[in-house]
């Protein structure tokens, strides 16, 4: 059925979306009532491109919502520019004391095909803290435009290049670390 | 003048184009005289191409089940009209 397919390519981006302001199980909770309620919409919408910005504005609504019942906030830490792990390979002066040794000279392609890398980043995508990852989730992974992860996860710009630069820089590092050791 | 730590500060918003032109010449302007900025960059930049060829979430099979269910029953009962909790 159509609907089952829907839930298949669209849950991942729902869920990184609710992620973001709930926990794990409330965040499934949230999608799972989303879809009981959208699926006759879902019919009309099949093939439009502007679905999934619709599912994720219903997600981000039903979540904010929820956080409002419960008077929490999201807890996110937009002070520093630099991961502490990154910013120690700087010397006094701002140059680099440990420069980054080797180039991610293959391709994005090759480098997922290598299945050990895949899980690996799978491993660390899910250790980063939520706001990070669904930022990253919803501006790389699903394409979204700047303005629209803003509307969506409630922050501001200045607040999202934080949280991006942030979750990106740890994935560089677990990327580095990878392709000098060959562990994750 | 730009130090490498600076430009790994902004390195994210060199890279989505989100500088103004003025900052974003002098990340250009470092980056000819620096290798290992040049280096990070692209790095930088392979990770960000890292994360938008890869597909994450396995979506776990009970969470699926579980939207099916709850669909189906919604459909089921689609004439009597939807109770809001
Ligand atoms: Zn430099």
């Given at each position: 059925m159509a609907y089952q397919k829907a839930v298949r390519e669209y849950s991942p981006g729902m869920l990184a979306v609710a992620r973001f302001y709930l926990d794990h199980s409330s965040a499934e909770e949230v999608v799972q009532d989303c879809w009981v309620t959208v699926i006759d919409a879902i019919h009309k919408f099949e093939g439009r491109s502007g679905l999934k910005t619709w599912l994720h504005r219903i997600v981000a609504n039903r979540c904010k919502n929820k956080l409002r019942a419960s008077k929490r906030e999201v807890a996110t830490d937009f002070s520093e520019g630099l991961e502490p792990d990154l910013a120690e390979r700087f010397n006094?002066?701002?140059?680099?004391?440990?420069?980054?040794?080797?180039?991610?000279?293959?391709s994005a392609d090759t480098?997922?095909?290598?299945?050990?890398?895949?899980?690996?980043?799978?491993?660390?995508?899910?250790?980063?803290?939520?706001?990070?990852?669904?930022?990253?989730?919803?501006?790389?992974?699903?394409?979204?435009?700047?303005?629209?992860?803003c509307n969506i996860l409630d922050v501001s710009a200045s607040n999202l290049r934080v949280l991006?630069?942030?979750?990106?820089?740890?994935?560089f590092l677990m990327v580095e670390a990878f392709q000098e050791t060959g562990e994750c | 003048m730009l130090m490498c730590r600076d430009l790994a500060v902004i390195a994210s918003d060199y890279i989505d184009g989100e500088l103004s032109g003025r900052q974003s010449l002098s990340v250009k302007m470092h980056l000819m005289m620096c290798r290992d900025c040049r280096t990070f960059i692209g790095n930088l930049r392979a990770t960000t191409d890292l994360m938008k060829g890869?597909?994450?979430?396995?979506?776990?099979?009970?969470?699926?089940?579980?939207?099916?269910?709850?669909?189906?029953?919604?459909?089921?009962?689609?004439?009597?009209?939807?109770?809001?909790?």
């Amino acid at each position: 059925m159509a609907y089952q397919k829907a839930v298949r390519e669209y849950s991942p981006g729902m869920l990184a979306v609710a992620r973001f302001y709930l926990d794990h199980s409330s965040a499934e909770e949230v999608v799972q009532d989303c879809w009981v309620t959208v699926i006759d919409a879902i019919h009309k919408f099949e093939g439009r491109s502007g679905l999934k910005t619709w599912l994720h504005r219903i997600v981000a609504n039903r979540c904010k919502n929820k956080l409002r019942a419960s008077k929490r906030e999201v807890a996110t830490d937009f002070s520093e520019g630099l991961e502490p792990d990154l910013a120690e390979r700087f010397n006094a002066t701002g140059r680099w004391d440990l420069p980054p040794k080797l180039q991610f000279h293959d391709s994005a392609d090759t480098l997922l095909e290598n299945g050990a890398l895949s899980d690996c980043l799978d491993k660390h995508l899910s250790a980063l803290p939520e706001t990070q990852r669904s930022a990253l989730m919803l501006y790389e992974a699903h394409q979204h435009k700047s303005e629209e992860v803003c509307n969506i996860l409630d922050v501001s710009a200045s607040n999202l290049r934080v949280l991006l630069h942030r979750g990106r820089q740890k994935i560089f590092l677990m990327v580095e670390a990878f392709q000098e050791t060959g562990e994750c | 003048m730009l130090m490498c730590r600076d430009l790994a500060v902004i390195a994210s918003d060199y890279i989505d184009g989100e500088l103004s032109g003025r900052q974003s010449l002098s990340v250009k302007m470092h980056l000819m005289m620096c290798r290992d900025c040049r280096t990070f960059i692209g790095n930088l930049r392979a990770t960000t191409d890292l994360m938008k060829g890869h597909s994450s979430g396995k979506l776990n099979e009970a969470f699926l089940q579980r939207v099916d269910e709850r669909v189906a029953e919604a459909l089921r009962t689609k004439t009597s009209p939807n109770k809001d909790k």
